[in-house]
């Protein structure tokens, strides 16, 4: 390009000059307006919100109520149908003949769960009552008493004239069978404390008012027996002849409403200084009460400032992209005769850039092939290990019943020429027998370093320690070692019965070495129990185990015995074994040599079902 257009290109152009000005003057004039909007629709929707939540909070208490008032009014519907209370109510009110009995009552109300149960004769006095001090107490004036009198079933809530306790009663006329006239009157309390404990505690707070709208529940207990509003004339008149309350006149609430919305209204109450909270409202029709809730309208003021605060930094976010595309346009436009070289000098950049990325990359190659090589050797070296680990426990493991294999093979190999064939048959299967068994320790012997997948089942320990004893039974004899074995077939415990008889094995040989030397052998086999264990102790007469060994001595190719004389393996290979049984093998000294301990998980009464 010419010198000609690289000065055109230079020169900036008024947008280019005062797009930050333009920006500036956008952002300061669209702001307050954009956030004025967004106040009123987040706090319409927030509003709408907490309205559907707190009415969805009184739906749930008003059906609450009705459930809990539904349950204690069908209490008086079946005593009334009860036979007997009505021919003991008919006798007590006709003849005069006293007060009721009233434990069938008390049975009733503690089953029912209700405040009180009282029968209450045709000229309206309590004659029988859960609460021996409500006897003799007039309610003739009662509106639940005047229903029931009438015959028909009575409900009221009134604050008790006597206890002072707020209380909704049930009642039902009891007819006399022989003239059909109401003999009594059964009537159901139900402390509201009780109705409304656990709702009028929760997150929302509410309250209760009667159609005359008196507060007879709240959240708040000072707001108890207030009004919302100034009572007529009537209403105090209509109050005074039911009795319902001990008092005609009742202080005033004092409320401000400061504005309609749909669902509810904003108010202030005397709560915390009178903030403002959104009042919900519903009513019960077949209680005649108005349940209110009241939202926080603070926190629900907290969320409108966060979103507001939100929209805001969204529309200065969105300005500023404006500012900056508009930026950069103008930024590409005055660029536009150097892209060629910006080009070739990306290009150059890409090239050395793949350049040195090839390079890495061959020397990551190089470094991973490397480690892998490096891993290969590493996993070889290990089999050697555990392939010696094998060799040498096979070896030191298979030496006595390979023994064994070759006495039986000269035992039978007599028989043979005495013409003795069925006893050199049986030495046949006993050396087929011991040959079996030899396989099996060897499959055995991979649980040495790593679990195996041989299954653990439930067996008797006895089967497995009378086939070890039995194998080295000869060598018992020859070393005139006395045994003492108590007796393990009432026990099951969770192992494998080849790898327990090894491990039997491997115990008793060296409980037998260990007695070389001493003038009375003893091998004694005793048991202990517990309700999850069984713990199968094998104790000698021998010389015992050095302290400082005991830490030592289940570690491979560690070994006490004199050089040449076994590897030091069978200990190590006898505790994995125990391990993946889920078991324990320890050792310790007693007062007369060593005592060896296996410790097994003991079959419950289920696991013995299976």
Not at 192 to 213: C, F, H
């Amino acid at each position: 390009m010419s010198d000609k257009n690289d000065i055109q290109y230079k020169e900036r152009s008024w947008l280019q000059n005062n797009v930050k000005t333009i920006y500036m003057a956008a952002l300061l004039i669209t702001l307050p307006s954009w956030g004025w909007m967004s106040w009123i629709t987040l706090t319409q929707t927030s509003e709408q919100q907490l309205q559907q939540q707190v009415y969805s909070d009184i739906q749930l208490f008003a059906d609450s109520l009705n459930s809990e008032l539904e349950k204690y009014r069908f209490v008086p519907k079946m005593l009334m149908l009860d036979a007997g209370l009505v021919e003991r109510t008919t006798r007590a009110t006709s003849d005069h003949s006293g007060i009721l009995a009233n434990p069938y009552l008390q049975h009733i109300r503690q089953a029912t769960n209700a405040d009180e149960i009282f029968i209450v004769d045709p000229q309206g006095t309590t004659i029988a009552s859960t609460k021996t001090s409500n006897i003799g107490i007039g309610y003739r004036h009662s509106p639940f008493f005047i229903a029931a009198k009438a015959g028909n079933s009575g409900g009221f809530f009134t604050l008790g004239l006597h206890a002072g306790i707020r209380g909704y009663y049930f009642s039902e006329p009891l007819f006399d069978p022989t003239t059909d006239e109401v003999a009594g009157v059964i009537v159901v309390k139900v402390n509201m404390a009780r109705l409304e404990r656990g709702w009028l505690n929760k997150a929302t707070p509410m309250l209760i008012t009667d159609n005359y709208g008196v507060i007879i529940a709240s959240s708040t207990p000072s707001w108890l027996f207030t009004s919302l509003s100034p009572l007529s004339a009537e209403n105090k008149q209509q109050i005074r002849h039911s009795r319902k309350y001990p008092m005609v006149s009742f202080p005033l609430l004092q409320t401000t409403t400061h504005k309609q919305i749909e669902g509810g209204q904003v108010v202030s109450l005397p709560r915390a200084g009178f903030k403002k909270v959104l009042e919900v409202n519903k009513f019960m029709p077949n209680l005649g009460w108005t349940i209110y809730g009241h939202g926080n309208l603070a926190a629900a003021k907290q969320s409108v400032q966060q979103g507001v605060a939100i929209s805001s930094l969204l529309w200065v976010l969105l300005l500023s992209l404006a500012y900056v595309v508009t930026q950069r346009r103008l930024q590409f436009l005055e660029t536009l005769h150097r892209r060629e070289v910006n080009q070739a000098r990306l290009q150059q950049a890409k090239d050395q850039l793949e350049t040195r990325v090839a390079e890495r990359t061959h020397e990551l190659q190089e470094s991973n092939l490397e480690l892998k090589q490096t891993q290969q050797e590493l996993i070889h070296s290990a089999k050697l290990a555990t392939l010696g680990q094998l060799a040498t426990s096979v070896t030191h493991e298979i030496n006595q019943p390979l023994t064994a294999i070759l006495t039986s093979a000269d035992n039978a190999e007599q028989w043979l020429g005495r013409g003795q064939v069925d006893k050199a048959r049986d030495k046949l299967a006993q050396i087929k027998t011991l040959a079996q068994k030899m396989g099996l320790i060897t499959s055995h012997l991979k649980t040495f370093g790593r679990k195996t997948d041989d299954k653990n089942d439930w067996i008797c320990p006895q089967v497995a320690l009378d086939n070890a004893f039995a194998l080295l039974q000869p060598r018992i004899n020859q070393e005139q070692v006395e045994t003492v074995i108590e007796d393990l077939s009432s026990f099951q415990v969770l192992a494998n019965d080849v790898r327990l008889e090894q491990v039997f094995i491997n115990l008793i040989s060296n409980a037998l070495d260990a007695m070389q030397l001493s003038q009375y052998r003893r091998l004694t086999v005793y048991c202990q129990t517990n309700a999850t264990a069984v713990e199968i102790h094998f104790s000698d007469t021998g010389s015992g185990i050095d302290n400082d060994h005991l830490l030592q001595l289940f570690d491979p190719f560690f070994s006490t015995k004199d050089v040449g004389v076994g590897l030091g393996l069978g200990l190590t290979i006898s505790y994995s074994i125990i391990k993946t049984m889920g078991g324990d093998l320890s050792a310790r000294n007693s007062a007369t040599g060593a005592v060896f301990s296996i410790r097994l998980r003991a079959a419950s009464k289920s696991d013995r079902n299976l």
